[in-house]
């Protein structure tokens, strides 16, 4: 019903950026909150920033400084810049989005992305 669809991810050398980008479609009446999340190989999955509808923002701690978190909320699309690449940032980039898919929903359901790798090289 909803598909969220990530692109931009890549190989990179320590220092550089990439800015991916995440799109969703399918039946979608609004969305609330859009974030990213990564994975690294072994660890469990990690929030990277989040923002609400109205734009206001939050990120980790380790990323703050580095990466910035946008949206156009007319292509219900959500982006990440990420400047200042270290090593420890390599990972699967998920995004996420809180989407109410009709006027009749009470809720909004949780979507996820397929992922999209980015690997920073030391």
């Known amino acids: 019903q909803v598909q969220l669809v990530e692109s931009g991810g890549g190989l990179v050398q320590a220092g550089g950026s990439l800015r991916l980008s995440c799109a969703a479609s399918g039946m979608i009446f609004s969305i609330n909150d859009m974030g990213w999340y990564r994975q690294a190989p072994g660890k469990q999955r990690e929030l990277v920033a989040t923002i609400t509808s109205v734009g206001t923002t939050n990120y980790s701690d380790s990323v703050k400084g580095r990466f910035t978190i946008s949206r156009d909320n007319a292509k219900n699309t959500v982006f990440l810049q990420m400047n200042s690449l270290k090593p420890e940032d390599t990972a699967v980039y998920y995004c996420?989005?809180?989407?109410?898919?009709?006027?009749?929903?009470?809720?909004?359901?949780?979507?996820w992305g397929q992922g999209t790798q980015v690997t920073v090289s030391s």
């Open positions: 996420n989005a809180g989407v109410r898919s009709t006027y009749y929903s009470r809720t909004y359901t949780p979507y």
